[in-house]
């Protein structure tokens, strides 16, 4: 048996005293670090439940102190708490969708809404919509220049899945080369199950490049109709600096008193491509005619200005304007926001509607030059602007059905049929013309034109539809009919008598 000595007995006691002091500060760690993140779990776990909880019971926790309640109030007051997120819906994807919108704005904003409601149908996965860069406004803007994209992808979320872009193994940089075309337009679902859903199980990615009325107006089934609606009026929201600027123009406005929006549509573009002179001198006409000829897709070139004219094709001129509002009714001390681009022929043109109504106001009036700056150049932010302001006008008058018109119309109906005054182009162009060669005099002139409204201020009625001619039926987007109403028929809001009009 080995012998230790005291001396080796002391020395091999003080190695071993270290290293139980080592195991013991390491214990000792661990246990304050699980105690740290035991800590951290739970404080986490209960703000989280806390959160839920208010949110389904808010006045649950304003008893506890004076000061959570003067938060919570608040908060309520400067920046309203967003709804909570819908689930995803789950679905198995059939394939992709890129989109191609055309056009100016508004004709783009229909546009979109279709698309999402095709993606939904189709069980597809859509990419985030492409604005049209190439047409005569050459705006350079993208999707989230004008809209809020992180909304528009998250509140349609539990409807359609929505991607900022196409997988990596799609890209044309990987050499996939999508199948691209242009769906039929006014078409209903059974065209695009039938047609198109089969294109997808081939090529998996088909690229829309024309993208204007591809969905028909009416026959479409009732959700579907509603899910254009929830798109339009919900998930489209504008930047926050277009929401911004457009809601200081409506502030500044609306502190002067009430306001008329007039979208007098005589811009460049509009007369050049409807053929539409009248008022314009020589030199005029010949340089919106070579500008018609200059876009090869324009397939009308030799157009007759006074029949079409003639036939309420025409946007009214500044001067007709002028006097059908004062047939109207409309108080010279009325303020008139010109919701458009330039006016041709600029200022002189609107000598007449400014002798009429002096308190005509446009954007650059109202605002800072350096507000509007960033939007210069940009036609299709400055038209964003021009929405905000007409659907929060007293009344809305537009001088032309184009798109801006037919879609702010529709908003206004949604936000409790505001008073929009749709004027009947052909029927005044002839009273007009009887008035200025003396047939009518101002009393009798006056009488008719507001005869000839009365049913045409933007109230309740039900979509016309005429069968086959969907170009001449009342557009989805002017009065979008089954989401202001509850029962599938609008019995409730029109009642059993009030079919809908079919010709």
Same mark, same amino acid.
């Given at each position: 048996?080995?012998?230790?000595?005291?001396?080796?007995?002391?020395?091999?006691?003080?190695?071993?005293l270290?290293?139980q002091?080592?195991?013991?500060?390491?214990?000792?760690?661990?246990?304050?670090?699980?105690?740290?993140c035991s800590?951290?779990?739970?404080?986490?776990?209960?703000?989280?439940?806390?959160?839920?909880?208010?949110?389904?019971?808010?006045?649950?926790?304003?008893?506890?102190?004076?000061?959570?309640?003067?938060?919570s109030v608040?908060?309520?007051?400067?920046?309203?708490?967003?709804?909570?997120?819908?689930p995803?819906?789950?679905?198995?994807?059939?394939?992709f969708?890129?989109?191609?919108?055309?056009?100016?704005?508004?004709?783009?904003?229909?546009?979109?809404?279709?698309m999402?409601?095709?993606?939904r149908?189709l069980?597809l996965?859509?990419?985030?919509?492409e604005?049209?860069?190439?047409?005569?406004?050459a705006?350079?803007?993208?999707?989230?220049?004008i809209?809020?994209?992180?909304h528009?992808?998250?509140?349609?979320r539990?409807e359609?899945?929505?991607?900022?872009?196409?997988?990596?193994?799609?890209s044309?940089?990987?050499?996939?080369?999508?199948?691209?075309?242009?769906?039929?337009?006014?078409?209903?679902?059974?065209?695009?199950?039938?047609?198109?859903?089969p294109?997808?199980?081939?090529?998996?990615v088909i690229?829309?490049n024309?993208?204007?009325?591809?969905?028909?107006?009416?026959?479409?089934?009732?959700? &579907?109709q509603?899910?254009?609606?929830?798109?339009?009026? $919900? /998930? !489209?929201?504008f930047?926050? +600096? %277009?929401?911004?600027?457009?809601?200081?123009?409506?502030?500044?406005?609306?502190?002067?008193?009430p306001?008329?929006?007039?979208?007098?549509?005589?811009?460049?573009?509009?007369?050049a491509?409807?053929?539409?002179?009248?008022g314009?001198?020589e030199?005029?006409?010949e340089?919106?005619?070579?500008?018609?000829?200059?876009f090869?897709?324009?397939?009308?070139?030799?157009?007759?200005?006074?029949?079409?004219?003639?036939?309420?094709?025409?946007? &009214?001129?500044?001067?007709?304007?002028?006097?059908?509002? $004062? /047939? !109207?009714?409309?108080?010279? +001390? %009325?303020?008139i926001?010109?919701?458009?681009?330039?006016i041709?022929?600029?200022e002189?043109?609107?000598?007449?509607?400014r002798?009429?109504?002096?308190?005509?106001?446009?954007?650059?009036?109202?605002?800072?030059?350096?507000?509007?700056?960033h939007?210069q150049?940009?036609?299709s932010?400055?038209?964003?602007?021009?929405?905000?302001?007409?659907?929060?006008?007293?009344?809305f008058?537009?001088?032309?059905?184009?798109?801006?018109?037919?879609?702010?119309?529709?908003?206004?109906?949604?936000?409790?049929f505001?008073k929009?005054?749709?004027?009947?182009?052909?029927?005044l162009?002839e009273?007009?013309?009887?008035?200025?060669?003396?047939?009518?005099?101002?009393?009798?002139?006056?009488?008719t034109?507001?005869?000839?409204?009365?049913?045409r201020?933007?109230?309740?009625?039900?979509?016309?539809?005429?069968?086959?001619?969907?170009?001449?039926?009342?557009?989805?987007?002017?009065?979008?009919?089954?989401?202001?109403?509850?029962?599938?028929?609008?019995?409730?809001?029109?009642?059993?008598?009030?079919?809908?009009?079919?010709?």
């Open positions: 048996m080995e012998v230790r000595s005291e001396s080796e007995v002391h020395v091999r006691s003080e190695k071993v270290p290293l002091g080592q195991m013991i500060q390491r214990t000792r760690l661990k246990v304050y670090f699980i105690r740290v800590s951290i779990l739970i404080w986490t776990c209960l703000v989280q439940l806390i959160a839920v909880w208010e949110l389904y019971n808010p006045r649950w926790f304003s008893g506890f102190t004076g000061y959570t309640t003067k938060v608040h908060v309520e007051e400067t920046l309203p708490s967003p709804l909570p997120l819908l995803p819906r789950n679905y198995t994807n059939n394939g969708l890129q989109v191609s919108c055309n056009g100016g704005l508004n004709q783009m904003r229909a546009a979109i809404c279709d999402v409601t095709v993606a149908l069980n996965t859509l990419v985030v919509p604005l049209d860069k190439t047409s005569f406004w705006d350079p803007s993208n999707f989230d220049d809209f809020d994209v992180r528009f992808i998250d509140s349609l539990d359609v899945r929505i991607i900022k872009r196409l997988p990596k193994r799609f044309r940089r990987y050499g996939y080369q999508p199948l691209e075309m242009p769906p039929v337009s006014w078409s209903n679902e059974k065209y695009y199950l039938q047609q198109i859903l294109l997808f199980k081939k090529h998996q690229h829309f024309r993208t204007d009325t591809r969905l028909a107006n009416n026959g479409i089934p009732l959700e &579907l509603k899910l254009r609606c929830r798109v339009n009026f $919900q /998930a !489209l929201k930047t926050p +600096d %277009i929401e911004a600027l457009g809601e200081k123009l409506v502030r500044l406005l609306q502190e002067r008193g306001f008329v929006a007039l979208h007098l549509r005589y811009e460049m573009d509009m007369l491509f409807s053929g539409c002179t009248h314009c001198t030199e005029e006409a340089e919106l005619k070579r500008l018609r000829y200059a090869p897709w324009w397939r009308e070139k030799e157009i007759v200005s006074e029949e079409k004219r003639s036939q309420g094709l025409c946007p &009214l001129t500044p001067e007709e304007a002028a006097i059908i509002l $004062q /047939a !109207l009714g409309f108080d010279k +001390d %009325i303020q926001y010109i919701a458009s681009g330039d041709y022929g600029g002189r043109r609107l000598a007449s509607l002798a009429a109504f002096p308190k005509i106001v446009k954007k650059d009036m109202l605002l800072e030059p350096g507000e509007l700056q939007f150049n940009h036609s932010q400055m038209a964003a602007l021009d929405f905000i302001v007409s659907t929060a006008s007293n009344v008058v537009p001088t032309y059905d184009g798109n801006m018109a037919k879609v702010v119309e529709g908003h206004r109906r949604y936000l409790g505001k929009t005054i749709l004027l009947d182009r052909k029927r162009v009273l007009l013309d009887l008035h200025q060669n003396g047939t009518l005099s101002w009393d009798e002139f006056t009488a034109v507001r005869q000839s409204h009365e049913g201020m933007g109230q309740l009625s039900r979509r016309r539809v005429i069968a086959d001619k969907p170009k001449e039926e009342d557009y989805f987007y002017a009065n979008p009919q089954e989401c202001l109403c509850e029962s599938k028929t609008c019995d409730d809001l029109f009642g059993p008598d009030n079919s809908t009009a079919v010709q």
